[in-house]
């Protein structure tokens, strides 16, 4: 039975920053964030919109009335939780109008999270073929203004439907994994922004990545030549240029050239969006698809997962020949491109305004255009509208 991913959606807010004006503002040179991290925007986001918010604006894409009456089971990927103890997951089920015969979780292991719910995920469906599993990867990139990690935030939700004869990817049931107690990036309890060592983190990143890729290959017996297309976790775009180099170092140069264009269509959204922590990996897939001129039914693709920490895997999957179906024709260049720029005053007032340990505060959100909005918190419980 082929178990993978049926539908994919993705959400972000309608504002944004342009990075060469942002590294003006820090008296930083242009390249450094155009070149050297690999950005070109960052999406800004407003109060009015949180994780759950930016999940149910990506599964509502997606999801029909029949999808919805199949799924049984939620999975919430976050590291930027709202609730220590009510699942993120349990509000996007009543905003989404789903039943309440299901399960509903949410987990968190930094940028990975997205993936460990896919792989629960299929490990449900291959007991129950006639269900469905709403996996969300939905996180906000938060380092503080004025930081080195500054230029690497970002944010959005992407939302998967993980069922039998999906669709877009039927997903492979081998995979690698690695994890070890790394203090690379780390978000004590009470702040709202990560706290990072950047130069140790892309390193252990490349060693994982090595490691598990390896592993892949001894357990599989596949190889480079096999694969038409590999995607990276992309917390900034120009790592996964690196941990792509690795890989295809010595490779011939047709199977090079062939790999690198497609990474090139894979970070195309990533660039303009910035870090979505557990969705950036799965925005990259996105990307890749709706860019890739290349890829047809039977091309395998490879994906790299990690999240700080730390954790990774690797795994792959069949493209089948409906994937255009599963992406519902919607033009996320087109929705992307439509943003609205926001000055760097406008972006660091956004950024101070974030709610976070608030009883009660009332928001205006009729500006912001999105279906789903946090519209305030009266007693420390949020409040969520549908429009």
Not at 179 to 187: A, E, H, P, S, Y
Not at 287 to 297: G, I, K, V, Y
Not at 340 to 353: A, G, Q, W
Request: proline share 3%; net charge neutral.
């Amino acid at each position: 039975m082929k178990i993978g991913i049926d539908k994919l959606g993705f959400f972000t807010p309608n504002l944004y920053i342009d990075m060469a004006k942002l590294a003006h503002a820090r008296q930083e040179d242009p390249n450094k964030y155009l070149i050297g991290i690999g950005q070109e925007r960052m999406a800004v986001i407003p109060p009015t919109q949180d994780v759950v918010t930016m999940a149910a604006n990506a599964a509502d894409k997606i999801l029909t009335d029949d999808d919805k009456k199949q799924i049984d089971f939620v999975i919430f990927a976050t590291e930027s939780g709202i609730d220590n103890s009510k699942a993120a997951a349990v509000y996007l089920a009543r905003l989404l109008g789903l039943g309440s015969d299901i399960r509903a979780i949410e987990i968190k292991q930094a940028c990975y999270g997205a993936t460990a719910g896919i792989q629960l995920a299929k490990e449900h469906v291959a007991l129950f073929p006639e269900r469905k599993v709403l996996v969300i990867g939905a996180d906000i990139a938060r380092y503080g203004l004025r930081t080195p990690g500054e230029p690497t935030q970002g944010g959005g939700a992407v939302a998967m439907l993980i069922g039998a004869n999906p669709r877009i990817l039927m997903l492979s049931k081998e995979s690698t994994y690695y994890t070890q107690d790394i203090m690379d990036f780390w978000r004590p309890l009470g702040k709202t922004e990560a706290m990072v060592d950047g130069k140790y983190s892309s390193n252990i990143y490349l060693e994982f990545l090595e490691r598990v890729w390896n592993s892949y290959q001894n357990k599989t017996g596949l190889a480079l030549k096999d694969f038409d297309a590999l995607l990276f976790h992309l917390p900034y775009t120009k790592l996964g240029l690196k941990g792509l180099r690795q890989l295809i170092a010595g490779a011939d140069s047709v199977l090079t050239v062939r790999l690198t264009q497609e990474f090139e269509n894979a970070r195309m959204f990533n660039r303009i969006v910035g870090n979505l922590y557990t969705g950036s990996l799965y925005l990259s897939l996105l990307s890749l698809l709706h860019n890739s001129e290349r890829l047809t039914a039977g091309s395998r693709i490879g994906l790299f997962s990690y999240g700080s920490g730390a954790e990774a895997e690797f795994y792959s999957g069949v493209l089948q020949d409906t994937f255009r179906e599963g992406l519902m024709k919607i033009d996320y260049a087109r929705e992307l491109n439509q943003r609205r720029e926001v000055s760097i005053t406008e972006y660091e007032e956004l950024f101070n305004n974030q709610l976070y340990n608030v009883e009660t505060r009332k928001l205006e959100y009729k500006n912001d255009p999105a279906n789903f909005v946090l519209t305030g918190i009266k007693g420390y419980q949020r409040q969520y509208l549908k429009k």
